[in-house]
């Protein structure tokens, strides 16, 4: 059995990820002032509205058209050995993001301060915001829905997509008895069938990973660009957060489940937040 969510629902979700925090936000400056929103509470605000489309387009899609489960649709599972799995794999994504960082410098030039997506939960915030907006929300919460939507939702459905290709109804074997009733295995206990449909393998499982993982990564880095101007830190962010979304691809096509991935994210999140602190501490940050 496979799901009946797929592409189309990643599509309108990304959708609703560029246009819903957008308009909601402008129409709340507009009420209550552009003052209110600036600063720790502005970032809040943007953080709400952007997890709130993440976690509404995967539970929507889980309880309408799929199995009415996130860690059944998507993976949202988790073990002890997750802790020392994300620690590990951060910290090779750290010195492979500093040795991309490097090169960009000694390819450009260091005429200027690097920018970094940290940034924007450091500038103009008191210590509480910081807390809310880094220690929280950037270091635990985001990483969970990120995970949950980028290499829970996307990647399963373009490998579901390349896998399984569109489904069509197989005709009955030549011969074959043709007793009324639905073909195949019933659905499990406490699965509704419209949600559900028959699966027909139409490529190597393997390909089809690839792809997915692929373009998880790319939609994945390209989602992170939209608040840096400098096109160093551009090409930085770019690259880095590609390689981050390669890795948490295939250690969630590894495993089977999103806990390896998720703890990666919270690992490298939560350091990206301490260097940017260190950074910025020391004048090396803009």
Same mark, same amino acid.
């Given at each position: ?87 590990? /794999? *951060?910290?090779?994504?750290? $010195?492979?993001? @500093? %040795? =991309?960082?490097?090169?960009?410098? +000694? ?100 390909? /089809? *990973?690839?792809?997915?993982? $692929?373009?998880? @990564? %790319? =939609?994945?880095?390209?989602?992170? +660009? ?61």
């Amino acid at each position: 059995m496979r799901p009946r969510w797929s592409i189309i629902d990643v599509v309108l979700a990304a959708v609703a990820f560029l246009v819903v925090p957008l308009i909601i936000g402008l129409a709340l400056q507009l009420t209550l002032g552009p003052s209110v929103f600036s600063g720790g509470p502005g970032v809040f605000v943007s953080l709400l509205l952007t997890w709130a489309v993440l976690l509404g387009a995967c539970l929507i899609s889980s309880r309408t058209r799929g199995f009415g489960s996130l860690a059944r649709d998507f993976g949202l599972r988790f073990r002890w050995m997750d802790v020392l799995t994300g620690l590990i /794999a *951060s910290i090779g994504l750290r $010195l492979l993001t @500093a %040795v =991309v960082a490097v090169i960009v410098v +000694l390819l450009t030039g260091a005429n200027q301060p690097l920018q970094s997506n940290g940034d924007i939960f450091l500038a103009g915030s008191s210590t509480f915001w910081l807390i809310i907006n880094a220690g929280i929300g950037a270091t635990l919460i985001s990483p969970l829905l990120e995970e949950l939507f980028f290499r829970g939702l996307l990647l399963r459905a373009v490998q579901n997509q390349v896998w399984l290709g569109r489904w069509r109804r197989q005709p009955a074997p030549a011969g074959a008895a043709t007793a009324p009733g639905p073909a195949g295995p019933p659905p499990a206990p406490g699965i509704r069938p419209e949600r559900v449909r028959p699966a027909t393998v139409k490529r190597p499982l393997v390909r /089809a *990973s690839v792809v997915a993982a $692929l373009i998880s @990564a %790319v =939609v994945f880095g390209s989602a992170h +660009l939209g608040q840096l101007d400098d096109p160093r830190s551009v090409l930085i962010q770019l690259v880095s957060v590609f390689c981050i979304g390669l890795v948490n691809a295939g250690l969630t096509l590894w495993f089977g489940r999103l806990g390896p991935a998720v703890l990666t994210h919270v690992w490298f999140n939560g350091t990206s937040i301490l260097l940017a602190l260190l950074l910025q501490g020391v004048g090396l940050a803009g």
